[in-house]
């Protein structure tokens, strides 16, 4: 399963780029038609729910002013971290008619190379071409334990367990230039050492034009708000502990009272960065840090901040 960063640059129906971020959110997107699905999307919620997934449905969301398909459909496929289709045909006497709407989300689904779990109730067939496809064949008796199967086993391929490595590209950081912000070189022991506190929790080191006030910059738009808040409290901890180690490191030999003194202010005025996908998860993480706040300033920035930064200075 590839899990780098991978953005969508050709819109499927000729609009412009897009730039949604693929397997983005903690969500699930299912496609499956109201009438004929209504029992399974009862199970398939509470599933997901209890995994810390959100189920994305394009008939619970609102797109006013915007393009129906790309809001509601879309791009909940592409951000979502894997998808689910329930293939049910409407029978109409001895006919069974395929959901015109559920195939073609199908299709979008295979078309961006998704990780797909169909199901389809036994004794009903599959439109030929997707009857060579894989597909949980269920009954009312067995649907909710070959769900849960099915859904675990996807968690499992698509979770990623740490942020991606970041090769900055130009858009973020035409973003961070527009706040004033650099990617730190590392190419001093300082920085490196800065650095290296931050790094195994995925964040990255950023400072100002003049190279005095240091912030760390974590890119976590692949996990949930309550993994990027124990990120920014262990990031905290680690610093707090390592500052407190000073005086110690001193009567070491580890660190020059020279080096202690010039790091005292770099800390003081130290800021983090978090990026995650939406205004939802941005929310969320500002609730928390209200209730409980950090040691240092924290701003939050979602994707469409970058889109919206971009734009205005085009």
């Keep these: 399963m590839d899990k780098r960063i991978r953005r969508n640059e050709i819109c499927v129906v000729g609009a412009p780029r897009c730039d949604f971020v693929f397997s983005s959110t903690r969500n699930c997107f299912i496609g499956y038609g109201f009438i004929e699905s209504a029992l399974e999307m009862v199970i398939l919620r509470n599933l997901l729910s209890e995994r810390g997934i959100q189920a994305a449905e394009a008939g619970g969301t609102l797109a006013p002013g915007q393009n129906a398909f790309c809001a509601k459909i879309c791009s909940k496929v592409i951000t979502s971290q894997f998808c689910i289709i329930l293939l049910n045909n409407e029978i109409k006497g001895e006919l069974e008619i395929p959901n015109a709407n559920v195939n073609m989300e199908y299709g979008l689904m295979l078309g961006f190379n998704k990780y797909v779990i169909p199901f389809q109730r036994e004794g009903q ?33 698509t979770t990623q367990e740490f942020a991606p490595s970041f090769s900055p590209d130009q858009d973020l950081e035409a973003f961070l230039l527009s706040k004033g912000l650099l990617f730190v070189p590392l190419t001093s022991e300082g920085d490196r050492n800065l650095y290296e506190l931050g790094r195994p929790l995925g964040f990255n080191m950023v400072m100002s034009f003049d190279g005095m006030k240091y912030a760390y910059f974590g890119i976590f738009t692949t996990l949930r708000p309550e993994i990027v808040l124990w990120r920014l409290r262990t990031l905290e901890n680690i610093i707090h502990d390592r500052m407190g180690s000073i005086p110690r490191r001193i009567k070491m030999g580890l660190v020059t009272p020279q080096q202690a003194d010039a790091l005292t202010p770099i800390i003081k005025d130290f800021k983090t960065f978090l990026l995650v996908t939406s205004d939802e998860e941005r929310t969320t993480l500002q609730k928390e840090l209200a209730a409980k706040p950090s040691q240092w300033p924290v701003e939050v920035f979602t994707l469409s901040d970058i889109a919206a930064a971009l734009q205005a200075n085009r």
């Design 125 to 157: 067939n599959l439109p030929f071409n997707v009857a060579g496809l894989d597909t949980v064949k269920y009954t009312n008796d067995n649907f909710e334990k070959k769900a849960r199967d099915a859904i675990d086993a996807a968690v499992t391929v």
